[in-house]
């Protein structure tokens, strides 16, 4: 039972960093990006392409999340932000982008999947029953410590206090002198960034390819919708629930069926509690 729950937190983090991303830009743009799986597909592919090379490993990732940050970036700067004002265009131009971004991977890398091998790879850490390999280790703390520096980002400082201002009313911010654009792009760079950590946590776990991208939205968008739109904190919730859930229903009945429990939990906490685990009437950052 423990080590089963242990592989459910690694794939709630996992969730968690996916999901904080798409919540992030969604509760200062309401955009729903779905661009961002697009993204991590990018990452995860310099990653693995960086380390085929003859990098270091830590060198490697630091590609793959610098490649996150700037193609999140520039779909803000070519497609969203000259949609911000028709929100029913959103969902097609974000559906679109992911698609491009999909078919640059498969064109660039073909439909194959690659497996990123890492310096991790052999440790295996042991404590009483449970056991947990040096790879999931060091993507769990990676996992920790990006949410928590995107958690001191947006309480303690001038530039998080600007977009969480943007995200709860972007008139008055506007009123107040708050530069829009800058906010709109530092929310894409951020989620950039985290889809980077989850493309090197996911390359080393998961086989790299382009159909990655179908997977990695439908789990991002339940764990969103499960911790509520614009909810940081309630996608970090939802991500661990969702990946503890799956877990449990891998081990214990099927690991076939492992979407179909988290889809099971999403119906089940809409009919109890629509607005998500943390329900919210307005979007925020928080």
Known sequence: MSQVLVNGVFLGCLFAVVAVGLTLVYGVMEVPNFAHAGVIVLSAYTTWSASAA????????????????????LTEVLAYRWIIDRPAAAPAVALGLMLILQNVALRLYG????????????????????????????????????LL????????????????????????????????????????????V??????????????????????????????????GLG??????????????????GSAYLSPAYQSAFGFLLLVSILVLRPGGLRSTNARRVA
């Not at 919730?237 to 877990?247: P, R, S, T």
């Open 54 to 73: 003859g990098l270091p490993f830590a060198l490697a990732a630091l590609a793959g999340i610098a490649c996150g940050a700037l193609v999140s970036v």
């Open 231 to 248: 909810s940081v904190w309630g996608a970090v919730a939802g991500g661990l629930v969702l990946g503890v859930v799956e877990g449990l």
């Open 194 to 227: 985290l889809g980077g950590v989850a493309a090197i946590a996911y390359a080393p776990t998961f086989q790299v390819s382009p159909y990655m991208a179908d997977e990695v939205l439908l789990s991002a968008f339940v764990v969103v919708v499960l911790g």
């Open 111 to 146: 439909g194959e999947g690659r497996s990123l091998d890492t310096p991790y790879d052999r440790v295996l850490l042991r404590l009483g029953g449970v056991s947990l390999s040096g790879v999931k280790a060091a993507l769990v703390v990676l996992a920790v410590v990006s």
């Open 149 to 192: 520096a995107l958690h001191l980002l947006l309480s303690r400082t001038s530039l998080g206090r600007a977009m969480r201002a943007v995200a709860q009313d972007r008139e008055a911010a506007a009123i107040l002198g708050i530069p829009m654009r800058r906010q709109y792009a530092l929310a894409f760079l951020i989620a950039g």
